[in-house]
């Protein structure tokens, strides 16, 4: 057992939550540092735990997708936020997302309730190198714990601009003009649709590469979360390719674009528009947006940002067991140590959480088979990289199978998951 029996955790998000949960669980004493209410970014606007500021959708459940595998890994290693994500879920087809405000409450909840956590708000400006650490606190986290973890890796911090979709009220939505239903029947009446013709679109699409963008200068873009006007200025079929794709409804006819609204609440009293992330000013969202004829009287109530995401230079400064290699007791997770979505976040701050407590046993850190989603994801962002940027869980990423045909490929990926991690639970933890 080594001296160190607590672990101190810097960020309530989604990666520190479940950290925190897991080693309260093991009975190992956590510290939780929180800025919020303190101090809230422009992102954020809430002062609970797990807060979720963009999409709502933690993406597919389907096994044969990445994120379903992924997913799979995640409850075979007991993973928390899961759980809660399942149980405060709002209907999405095939995807799991949330109602954010109850998925928030009831992970702050299960925090508070837990005689083995310390919540300590805090800014933190100077991470303590002698204590068991995990720096989970998100892409926007506040500059002085940036500078501080800029220092210990010996790295400049590295950054791309993230933004964020509008969400806006049933009421307002002119059904007259829209139609329910998942594209390809997959989820039932789970979205709803706002088609538009080629003339309405052509409009809709001039006028929103020409709107006001809220900041001019927003160098690098990630690809997997582009604001919607830039990916439009790269041609004016681009948004058919993209977020309006106008397939996969057959009761529909054949629409020139459609437009997909997600539910946001259990109510259903609240949708984002899927996709349409944006750095346009407020005022040019709402007249922009309006030109879509089911969203004629569009009623936004949390208009679409922009925000700088920080992530650190992995391949030189990280380990693939997500600890720092100039200072092997503390651990970076979720989207700064280079990896992007929600589940991949919560992902690697539950494997940050895993060593954090072999650490405490006196046992060696360990990370998942190259054949998971989550040790490959770990091999990632931990391989040189001369372009590095961060990563989304996908099959890309794993060792290529021989020998499958390529219809029988996804299940194969999965199912080769499943038994690896499946054997690393039961071998190694």
Known sequence: MTK????????????????????????????????????????????????????????????????GTLKNELDALGCSLLGIARETSVPAGSALAVDRDKFSARVTASIEASPNIEIINKIVDDIDTSELTLVCAGPVCHDSLANSLIR????????????????????????????YGARYGKGGDDYINCPMTKDEYLNFYRELIAAERATDEIGGVFEGCMPVEVMAARGEDALRFGPLRPVGFREAGKPYAVLQLRRENREGTLFNLVGFQTNLKFGEQKRVFSLIPALKNIEIVRYGVMHRNTFINAPVTLSSDLRLLRHENVFVAGQLCGVEGYVESIATGLLAAINAR???????????????????????ITTPNSNFQPMNA?????PQLVGVKKAERKQAYYVRSAKAIGDFVQNTL
């Open 358 to 380: 072999r650490l405490i046993q006196g046992k060696q850190t360990v990370v998942p088979p190259r054949e998971t989603i989550l040790g490959a994801l770990c091999e990632y």
């Open 4 to 67: 160190l029996n607590a672990v101190n955790i810097i960020g309530g998000g989604l990666a520190g939550s479940e950290a925190a949960l897991y080693l309260s669980s093991h009975g190992i004493r956590v510290r939780l540092f929180e800025a919020k209410p303190l101090w809230l970014s422009a992102a954020h606007k809430s002062t609970g735990f797990a807060e979720i500021v963009c999409s709502n959708s933690l993406k597919s459940t389907v096994e044969t997708t990445a994120s």
């Open 152 to 179: 210990l890796s010996g790295e400049n911090s590295l950054h791309f601009f993230d933004a964020a979709a509008p969400i806006i009220t049933a009421e307002c939505i002119d059904m007259s003009r829209a139609f």
């Open 394 to 398: 996908n099959f890309g990423i794993l």
